[in-house]
């Protein structure tokens, strides 16, 4: 427990290693990220919690605008006749609906689902919208609320309402869809890697786990800090199953009507909760600099001559304000002992302490949330030092992550060895596999383990598969998972 | 109806002197600014609509922020146990909810309302996070998706969901909180000037009209090009009327618990409405360039020189990037002609047009959307002069705006007039009240007006009421409205 100097407690957070759900749980409610609702399953986003999820939306919006993409917004709910049209699509999401029935004082004449997820309504609409040619490819995306009602759940994570962005594309041709579809993914990758300093490993889904309609899925995996992997991204290429079934047809060049090629892709606030674990640590929270609400804390040390120190911290907070998202702690209600703690809990980066000898020699003393290594700075190259040092945290965090995820990836030569790692080390587990979803299904009753992907590198298979002996077609990644 | 010269249709609006209603949702529908869902009373905000709300967006996220306000994410579903506890407001709202009472496939055991409104759930929560003094005030704004089962609709002025803000503050003082609900109607009613170009008369709302369950509501009232009148935003004082019922107290210095006085506020997407009613014309749209998506279309005249007019196109287009919203359109399928009238119906405030001619002259041809005038302008002047231009334009939208609303507030002495003007003139008319809601309302059967506001300006009576001929206690604005 972190006690501070004047017994003001810093709210405790149970050790990783003692229970990791609990100390994953511990830190969203203490740093006070999200809380608990009146409402089962539904977490509520507290600022500091929605802030990280504004700045993560900005530079993907950002991204998505650059590569051609609009934004729109259609209707939360979807009419159950609507819904059924496409078949493996509903049976993939009939069971997680939540449904309106009555609106307005009245029973609805037919059923409302609230969206899982948009691609048949928004279907519905490309159907009206695209003529010809020239109304392709269209590029939208769209940032909302959707609702999957979930047995289980735990924040960010897996929610009954979560936040996320949905991108819904249509295209002339195949060849055209399927390089939208990685086009995003790789968008995804270099979001995650870049702003969230979260390596990932990118492939493909088998087609036991793909998308419910889709006719391939990648996706983004990370591995966290408790060695299961989380899937921090997909991006589906839709062939035309959607696009025959919601009669999306365009008057080619060539005079014949045509079905549409179609994507869909999406993340959501659940790479919150791989942030978190990708990167916390048992004081709490890790930020990465680039998303982090608050990149450095300002916390002056009064001492004797208060006045001048608070008057400096003022003149250096103004300073780096509009370059930094700067904070300056001033309640003097609070010890420093105290402030240092709860920072380091919150995941701020970078820590800036003045105190009187500081304002008398011109410098202050920066701490890293990474490393804990202590720098003095003179005041005149404050604000291109906090710079510096922000990108070198970023970076670092970015190279721990890389290693924890590369030296908990193993590759396993037999059953009995994959037991074994999966039992006691956990982590991205390589093998062969056979490729049949009987074996992929088999493995997953008795370990609990899933094929996360078919990496796009090193899946050539080098033996035999590791379940049923048989030829392998793939060498592919498992692993245990949110 | 406007026809290009290559008979390609810019599709019809209907004259709004023939049919305001038709014409409205003509413009609306052929500047793809939204169109109809497959959901009753729901409508799609299709990207120019969407990207329109993304730029009102953060012009007031950005004030909110300036004044200190946090956003924060509540759950979509309330239990209808939570809806229920504050009467009032219940009463004002169960008639519009819809309801959820299935979800994961089994029937819920408590039926769950998708939010008209978040007061009740907010207060759910604040009642957990205030303890103390030093937890106020609290200032948090949400973004979020509203559901209010409407019998008629019509796209942004009234919808099944709609998209908004809605702030929620709690303060130690009943000062504190009136001073945070005169704030925010405050900074609607300048973000509505400044952004939207849309004249508003602030007031507080009578008794009948205020919002269910707050203690004050005042607003924001703007007139429409037809005469009716538009509430544009509301800022809230609840007093303590939802601390008491949902137990929200805190220990103040004294050691006394006491109940925290909140606000609530909020602008929607029918300002989307209100921007279309205030500047639009025959020939469409007219955005005000603050929140335009596109401030400037380039529209290249090819001529025999085709190639240098593109080059000097693309060029002119690059120099402006990043200064301004601005679409160089090259589709050579369309003629220049039919471009014109489409980024017209647009409501594209500044047409930039250039030919071979204007190459060679180094200059180019401005032409406003507000007043149609053209103007010769160096190409090496350009950006400064767009930006005069633009500025100029908001200017002139404003005060046209100004004089319209100015022109048709009319002060009327007697019932007959009343009603004649009402008849004849529509408009914002001021009249004496004796403050009665019986009057309020037989006014209201008799012919539909009501009460839009109590002016903060000019509301001393001068004479007897209108309706009952007794003392009047106020100057009041009545109006149709939307």
């Known amino acids: 427990m972190i006690m501070s100097d004047d017994n003001q407690t810093v709210k405790e957070i149970t050790p ?172 995804y990758r270099d979001f995650a890697e870049t702003e969230l300093a979260i390596p990932v490993i990118t492939g493909r889904k088998t087609e036991n786990e793909k998308f419910a309609g889709a006719a391939k899925t990648y996706c983004i995996e990370a591995l966290m800090k408790d060695g299961k992997a989380l899937q921090a991204g997909t991006s589906h290429n839709l062939g035309q199953h959607f696009a025959k079934v919601y009669d999306i047809q365009y008057l080619d060049t060539d005079g014949q009507l045509k079905y549409v090629w179609q994507t869909s892709w999406g993340v959501s606030t659940r790479l919150i909760g791989a942030i978190i674990m990708t990167h916390g640590d048992n004081k709490g929270l890790k930020l990465p600099p680039r998303v982090a609400p608050i990149q450095a804390v300002i916390i002056p040390i009064p001492g004797k001559d208060s006045a001048a120190v608070y008057a400096k911290a003022e003149e250096l907070a103004s300073r780096m304000k509009g370059k930094y998202r700067v904070e300056l702690d001033t309640n003097d209600e609070k010890t420093p002992g105290w402030k240092f703690s709860e920072y380091e809990m919150k995941g701020v980066p970078l820590r800036i302490e003045i105190g009187p000898r500081d304002v008398k020699n011109n410098q202050v003393v920066m701490v890293r949330r990474d490393t804990g290594e202590k720098i003095t700075v003179s005041q005149d190259v404050l604000c291109e030092k906090i710079g510096e040092l922000l990108d070198d945290i970023q970076r670092n965090m970015y190279e721990q992550a890389k290693r924890f995820t590369e030296e908990n990836t193993r590759t396993v030569g037999s059953f009995d060895e994959f037991k074994d790692t999966l039992e006691n080390k956990r982590g991205f587990i390589k093998a062969n596999w056979c490729g049949r979803t009987e074996c992929e299904l088999a493995i997953k009753e008795k370990t609990m383990a899933t094929i996360r992907c078919i990496p796009f590198e090193d899946n050539e298979p080098d033996g035999k598969c590791i379940h049923c002996g048989e030829k392998a077609t793939k060498k592919v990644i498992f692993a245990r998972s949110y």
Chains 1, 2 share one sequence.
Request: hydrophobic content about 35%.
């Open 16 to 187: 990783m290693e003692q229970d990791f759900s609990q100390w994953y749980i511990d830190t969203i409610l203490k740093t006070e990220m999200a809380d608990y609702s009146a409402v089962r399953g539904c977490i509520v986003f507290r600022p500091y919690g929605y802030e990280l999820w504004e700045n993560m939306q900005q530079l993907l919006d950002k991204r998505f605008k650059d590569t051609g993409h609009k934004n729109a917004y259609f209707p939360l709910f979807i009419p159950e006749s609507l819904l059924q049209k496409e078949e493996e699509h509903v049976e993939g999401f009939a069971p997680e609906v939540a449904w309106v029935t009555h609106g307005g004082g009245e029973e609805l004449t037919e059923r409302l689902a609230v969206r899982p997820t948009s691609e048949t309504i928004i279907c519905s609409m490309y159907s009206k919208w695209i003529k010809s040619w020239r109304d392709l490819p269209l590029l939208i995306n769209q940032w909302a609320n959707v609702v999957r009602w979930e047995k289980s759940t735990r924040p960010f994570l897996r929610t009954s309402e979560f936040l996320w962005q949905e991108g819904h594309t249509a295209h002339r041709t195949e060849e055209e869809a399927e390089e939208e579809t990685r086009r995003m993914l790789e968008v």
